[in-house]
């Protein structure tokens, strides 16, 4: 009887621990919301690693004959190696399907006068991260002040400014690129005092 006694004292003990730990409350474990996606139209101090701040800027040596030369650009786009439809944080799909990211969509200006020996920002963007093969824009019109107090506005036989070069833009990081205008041979004056703007340009990258 005693035997018997112990194994039923031991059997009900092993069932009281079975129902305790099924009573107990299970862990709880959270996942990490993932990470979002820059805002439309912002651009923050450190993006996730999926993305990256591209910064455009512009300087000059100094075009001959002019007291100011002001250069109107808009639309101004880079080209992706891979391009998709999310590259940009604006979600702008109607160029995006073949490599080229909006990356200054608003009109912008600067005066190559103003602009020597030093730098002058014309915007940024977060964009994803990757290698890119070209720069592009559109000149709109450029106006000045010569010498002779006289003012003008110079042809522009294209309109489209393209400019090949490799970067990257790494995720987490600022890329600068920096669009080196060569102001003398940019704008040439004509004999007859017309003002030609073909622009030569190099393209310069920081990180």
Known sequence: MRKTG???????????????????????EKTPAPAPSPAPGTVTSAPNMGWG????????????????????????EVHKVS???????SGNA???????????????????MNVVGVEQILGSANITAG?????????????????????????VPSGELKIVGAFNV???????????????KSLIQSGQGKFLFKPVVKLLIKK
Do not use: H
């Not at 112990?6 to 709880?28: E, F, H, K, W, Y």
């Not at 591209?54 to 101004?76: C, G, M, Q």
């Not at 093969?133 to 003012?151: P, Q």
């Open 94 to 112: 109607s160029d995006n399907a073949s490599g080229w990211i909006p990356v200054i969509g608003a009109p912008a200006s600067f005066d190559l």
């Open 131 to 155: 290698s890119f093969t070209e720069i592009r824009m559109t000149v709109t019109k450029v106006t000045g002040v010569t010498t002779d107090n006289v003012s003008y506005t110079a042809e």
């Open 170 to 184: 790494g995720g987490g990081n600022k890329t600068v690129l920096t669009l080196d205008f060569d102001g003398e």
């Open 6 to 28: 112990r194994i039923v004292i031991a059997l009900a003990m092993v069932l009281l621990l079975v129902l305790a730990a099924a009573c107990a409350p299970a862990s709880q």
């Open 53 to 76: 701040i591209l910064e455009i800027r512009v300087t000059d040596p100094p075009p001959a004959n002019v007291k100011s030369a002001v250069v109107y650009l808009t639309n101004i």
């Open 83 to 89: 391009g998709n439809v999310s590259d940009n944080a």
